[in-house]
């Protein structure tokens, strides 16, 4: 104990040049990063640099009427409220020109703060007026922590609390007037005063943040832990905690590389803020870059997992040995394998010793790609794609097997029964389950079907409603349905007639639709 | 101009309502008396002015003319008995918000803003959450959802709003048949209650199906009624200029039925 008081007092006497700066640098990165939040989900980072370089301006205008109107050298809070009113003047002016004129806000942004920032500037080189402005004007430009005085230091704890008391009782405010001022209006919340509130909470944390970095460097103690702490969380409370610890951490790191180097202590906190940043952005367990690699990597394409399921069913009917599926399939090896066991996961296949089976669902999903496939082929065929090209096209093409395009393509094509090259196209299991309802023209030969509803378009064809009929090999063309009513009367129909039939069919017991010879259209 | 002459207490009165947003009127001299109780659809062409009267309705939007009565009350004074659900479009899906921080937002007009939640808000947010079937996602990122689940976790927040009237802003663009028919679902379990609805929608097909009136909007009100009074071919074809893709829709699926629950 005894030795810690000492150490302290040590500590006191010899490097007492040293604390109030860390006192300093620690309250205005609390604050700056506080604030900062809502100005990064707010977008806002362009005005709040706006303000920092206006009050350049207002430093200076705050000190002339101190000085010229009440003889007061250098007066703080003359060239705080200065620096205020040039912020609050510079977003004023900055709201007026977009609202009167087709200029965009960004656009105004860089016209006010440029012209505002050349003001002060030009005021201070004209010697009159810079022969009685007695105050480092660099101090501003870049920022000098290590001089801050007692006096700067009380006015900055003064601001400090004003400005987190603010954001600690007006949080449920702030928070929803940026997430959606729309709703905040129609409950009641005076939108504009809100943000008027933060505007001057702005100008506020920029004023003290220029102590340390500069007018040109402020907005990084603002923004960087602020973006930081947006990459680690989905909570804005947890958010506005960890801006404010990584704003501090940032600042305690920078200042003692200052030290330790001896370099100016604004750029070289900012260039610490920015490393953090950049270190969070590389390694943040969600939205880093590193997570969202090894996201994409370790994600199977449907594709491959698709692929694997046709190279199965395509084989042997359903089982197939695992060397041969890797050479199937035209992916990485482990990237093949790391789909095999996606598939067993979701039911789709077996695996069993070194060979992998599939299941009943796999099955049915891997005839659903078949079909698609297949449906592909035709319709390449039919637009003119150069024969030796179709099959790889349409394996390509085969991943687009939405219900709705399958469905589209099998219509357009008339409902073939073989593709190309000659082989069945598999029918679409579940909608001719006998579940659900479809067109006569999704049947084939032997189905048998009840007529649920007929269209006016097959109003001609005699048939009544509830009574069964079978099908019968389509006529040569591969165009015309045969159908054999419950009477044993043989019915011819055109495609659109048979898309206007309306059948539930009648589940057999063995699956005649993959069944059907190809010579059936011949 | 078709106008219903509504037998119950009036919800929303709107008179003479005239808004611009520069020299051409989003709204003009618009003029409607919406009953308590209903479910009322907003339809017309795009550009016409359905969002600007759902914000003037929220007393977001300052009328050049005109206003419009919530129960009596100016819109402006009637904080707290309109709840709204935004477009998708309009909202930050990469904010810091989870999906029960949303919905517990129903809950703010009802707290001083320095008065924490009650246990009691927490309740009624859990509970909103727990109609739209959203309680399994309370505590994702509002981003990592779906479309429709969006879409209900934003009902969700109106519903805690515990608010007289309900306007909700496309809440069926983009989201699949399935939860089209829950939000349908809940919106009318909502107006059992009560309560009365607007909902701007696009797609005439359903309209008539979904709604108990209907207001054709384009810039000016080209009527206020039942659906019947409305989707009329010669009103819908001024209002639409013969935009013949909307008719052909109308009519398709009214004959194929596909749409009916």
């Given at each position: 104990?005894?030795?810690?008081?000492?150490?302290?007092?040590?500590?006191?006497?010899?490097?007492?040049?040293?604390i109030r700066?860390?006192?300093?640098?620690?309250?205005i990165?609390?604050?700056?990063?506080?604030?900062?939040?809502?100005?990064?989900?707010?977008?806002m980072?362009?005005?709040a640099?706006?303000?920092?370089?206006?009050?350049?301006a207002?430093?200076?205008?705050?000190?002339?009427?101190m000085k010229?109107?009440?003889?007061?050298e250098?007066h703080?809070?003359?060239?705080?409220a200065?620096?205020?009113?040039?912020?609050?003047?510079?977003?004023?002016?900055?709201?007026?020109i977009?609202r009167?004129?087709?200029i965009?806000?960004?656009?105004?942004?860089?016209?006010?703060y440029?012209g505002?920032?050349?003001?002060?500037?030009l005021?201070?080189?004209?010697?009159?007026?810079?022969?009685?402005v007695h105050?480092d004007?660099t101090?501003y430009?870049?920022?000098?922590?290590?001089a801050?005085?007692?006096?700067?230091?009380?006015l900055?704890?003064?601001v400090?609390?004003?400005?987190?008391?603010?954001?600690?009782l007006?949080?449920?405010?702030?928070?929803i007037?940026?997430?959606?001022?729309?709703m905040?209006a129609?409950?009641g919340?005076?939108?504009?005063?809100?943000?008027?509130?933060?505007?001057?909470?702005?100008?506020?944390?920029?004023?003290?943040?220029?102590?340390?970095?500069?007018v040109?460097?402020?907005v990084?103690?603002i923004?960087?832990?602020?973006?930081?702490a947006?990459?680690?969380?989905?909570r804005?409370?947890?958010?506005?905690?960890?801006?404010?610890?990584?704003g501090i951490?940032?600042?305690?790191?920078g200042?003692?590389?200052?030290?330790a180097?001896?370099?100016?202590?604004?750029?070289?906190?900012v260039v610490?803020m920015?490393l953090?940043?950049?270190?969070i952005l590389l390694?943040?367990?969600r939205?880093?870059?590193?997570?969202?690699?090894?996201?994409?990597?370790?994600?199977?394409?449907?594709?491959v997992?698709e692929?694997?399921?046709?190279?199965?069913?395509?084989?042997?009917?359903?089982?197939?040995?695992?060397?041969?599926?890797?050479q199937?399939v035209?992916?990485p090896?482990?990237?093949v394998q790391?789909?095999?066991?996606?598939?067993?996961?979701?039911n789709?296949?077996?695996?069993?010793?070194?060979?992998?089976?599939?299941?009943e669902?796999g099955?049915?999903?891997?005839?659903?790609l078949?079909?698609?496939?297949r449906?592909w082929?035709?319709?390449?065929?039919?637009?003119?794609?150069?024969s030796?090209?179709?099959?790889?096209k349409?394996?390509?093409?085969e991943?687009?097997?939405?219900?709705q395009t399958?469905?589209?393509?099998?219509d357009?094509?008339?409902?073939?029964?073989?593709?190309?090259?000659?082989?069945?196209i598999?029918?679409?299991?579940?909608?001719?389950s006998?579940?659900?309802?479809?067109?006569?023209?999704?049947?084939?030969?032997g189905?048998?079907?009840?007529?649920?509803?007929?269209?006016?378009?097959?109003?001609?064809?005699?048939?009544?409603?509830?009574?069964?009929i079978?099908?019968?090999p389509?006529s040569v063309?591969g165009?015309?349905?045969?159908?054999k009513?419950?009477?044993?009367?043989?019915i011819a129909?055109?495609?659109?007639?048979?898309d206007?039939?309306?059948?539930?069919?009648?589940?057999?017991d063995e699956?005649?639709?993959?069944?059907?010879?190809?010579?059936?259209?011949? | 101009?078709i106008?219903e002459q509504p037998?119950?207490e009036s919800?929303?009165?709107?008179?003479?309502?005239?808004?611009s947003?520069?020299?051409?009127?989003?709204?003009?001299?618009?003029?409607?008396?919406?009953?308590?109780?209903?479910?009322?659809?907003?339809i017309?062409?795009?550009?016409?002015?359905?969002?600007?009267l759902?914000?003037?309705m929220?007393g977001?939007?300052k009328?050049?003319?005109?206003?419009?009565r919530?129960?009596?009350?100016e819109?402006?004074?009637?904080?707290?008995?309109?709840?709204?659900?935004?477009?998708?479009g309009?909202?930050?899906?990469?904010?810091p918000?989870?999906?029960?921080?949303?919905?517990?937002?129903?809950?703010y007009?009802h707290?001083?803003?320095?008065?924490?939640m009650?246990?009691?808000?927490l309740q009624?947010?859990?509970q909103?959450l727990?109609?739209v079937?959203m309680?399994?996602?309370?505590s994702?990122?509002?981003?990592q959802?779906s479309g429709?689940?969006?879409q209900?976790?934003?009902?969700?927040?109106?519903l805690a709003?515990?608010?007289?009237?309900?306007?909700?802003?496309?809440?069926?663009?983009?989201?699949?048949a399935a939860?089209?028919?829950?939000?349908l679902?809940?919106?009318?379990?909502?107006?059992?209650q009560?309560?009365?609805?607007c909902?701007?929608h696009?797609?005439?097909s359903?309209?008539?199906e979904?709604?108990?009136y209907l207001?054709l909007?384009?810039?000016?009100?080209?009527g206020?009624g039942?659906?019947?009074?409305?989707l009329?071919p010669?009103l819908?074809?001024?209002?639409?200029?013969?935009?013949m893709?909307?008719?052909?829709?109308?009519?398709g699926?009214?004959?194929?039925?596909?749409r009916?629950?």
């Amino acid at each position: 104990m005894n030795s810690l008081v000492e150490w302290l007092t040590d500590l006191q006497l010899e490097q007492g040049h040293l604390i109030r700066p860390i006192i300093v640098g620690t309250l205005i990165s609390l604050v700056c990063s506080v604030v900062g939040c809502f100005i990064v989900l707010r977008r806002m980072s362009f005005l709040a640099d706006a303000i920092a370089h206006a009050m350049l301006a207002g430093v200076i205008g705050g000190y002339l009427i101190m000085k010229i109107v009440f003889g007061r050298e250098a007066h703080l809070v003359g060239m705080l409220a200065g620096a205020i009113l040039a912020g609050i003047l510079t977003v004023a002016l900055i709201g007026f020109i977009t609202r009167v004129s087709r200029i965009k806000q960004d656009t105004a942004i860089g016209i006010m703060y440029t012209g505002i920032f050349g003001l002060g500037a030009l005021a201070v080189s004209i010697k009159s007026i810079g022969g009685y402005v007695h105050i480092d004007i660099t101090h501003y430009i870049i920022g000098n922590v290590l001089a801050v005085t007692n006096e700067e230091l009380w006015l900055l704890a003064v601001v400090s609390s004003l400005v987190l008391c603010s954001v600690i009782l007006f949080f449920r405010p702030l928070q929803i007037t940026s997430f959606d001022p729309v709703m905040a209006a129609s409950i009641g919340i005076p939108v504009l005063a809100v943000d008027y509130l933060l505007t001057a909470c702005t100008s506020l944390v920029v004023v003290s943040g220029v102590r340390v970095a500069g007018v040109i460097l402020v907005v990084a103690l603002i923004i960087t832990p602020a973006a930081s702490a947006y990459l680690l969380t989905d909570r804005l409370n947890r958010m506005v905690l960890l801006s404010a610890f990584i704003g501090i951490l940032g600042y305690w790191l920078g200042f003692g590389l200052t030290i330790a180097i001896g370099s100016s202590p604004g750029p070289t906190i900012v260039v610490t803020m920015t490393l953090i940043f950049l270190l969070i952005l590389l390694l943040a367990p969600r939205y880093g870059i590193l997570a969202d690699w090894i996201r994409r990597s370790s994600l199977v394409p449907q594709e491959v997992m698709e692929d694997v399921l046709g190279a199965i069913v395509r084989s042997t009917g359903n089982v197939m040995a695992i060397p041969q599926v890797l050479q199937a399939v035209t992916a990485p090896n482990r990237r093949v394998q790391r789909a095999i066991r996606l598939l067993a996961r979701r039911n789709l296949l077996e695996c069993e010793a070194d060979q992998v089976r599939l299941t009943e669902t796999g099955q049915a999903e891997a005839t659903r790609l078949v079909r698609a496939h297949r449906l592909w082929e035709t319709y390449l065929a039919q637009t003119g794609e150069a024969s030796e090209r179709i099959h790889e096209k349409a394996h390509q093409l085969e991943h687009i097997s939405d219900q709705q395009t399958v469905d589209y393509l099998d219509d357009k094509l008339g409902h073939p029964i073989t593709d190309p090259h000659g082989t069945i196209i598999p029918v679409d299991s579940v909608q001719t389950s006998g579940q659900q309802d479809v067109k006569a023209s999704m049947l084939r030969r032997g189905n048998r079907a009840r007529i649920e509803q007929i269209l006016p378009a097959a109003n001609r064809l005699g048939l009544s409603v509830g009574s069964e009929i079978t099908v019968l090999p389509r006529s040569v063309d591969g165009q015309t349905w045969n159908l054999k009513t419950d009477r044993g009367t043989a019915i011819a129909l055109n495609h659109t007639e048979a898309d206007a039939l309306i059948v539930r069919p009648i589940p057999t017991d063995e699956d005649e639709g993959d069944a059907i010879p190809a010579s059936d259209v011949s | 101009m078709i106008r219903e002459q509504p037998t119950t207490e009036s919800a929303i009165s709107i008179n003479h309502l005239t808004v611009s947003y520069g020299p051409v009127p989003a709204l003009l001299d618009v003029t409607v008396d919406i009953p308590k109780g209903k479910l009322v659809g907003i339809i017309g062409p795009n550009g016409s002015g359905k969002s600007t009267l759902i914000k003037a309705m929220l007393g977001f939007v300052k009328p050049d003319l005109g206003e419009v009565r919530i129960f009596g009350r100016e819109a402006a004074a009637a904080k707290g008995m309109v709840a709204y659900v935004p477009q998708r479009g309009a909202v930050d899906w990469d904010f810091p918000i989870t999906v029960r921080e949303v919905a517990t937002m129903g809950r703010y007009g009802h707290r001083r803003w320095w008065q924490d939640m009650s246990r009691r808000d927490l309740q009624i947010a859990d509970q909103a959450l727990a109609k739209v079937r959203m309680t399994e996602f309370a505590s994702r990122q509002i981003g990592q959802l779906s479309g429709g689940q969006q879409q209900r976790v934003f009902l969700a927040r109106a519903l805690a709003q515990d608010a007289e009237i309900l306007l909700l802003d496309e809440p069926f663009s983009g989201v699949d048949a399935a939860t089209e028919n829950a939000i349908l679902e809940v919106l009318r379990e909502t107006r059992q209650q009560g309560r009365t609805l607007c909902v701007v929608h696009h797609d005439l097909s359903t309209a008539a199906e979904y709604f108990d009136y209907l207001i054709l909007l384009k810039q000016r009100m080209f009527g206020f009624g039942t659906p019947e009074q409305i989707l009329e071919p010669q009103l819908l074809c001024d209002v639409y200029e013969g935009n013949m893709k909307v008719f052909a829709e109308l009519s398709g699926t009214r004959s194929a039925g596909d749409r009916s629950p």
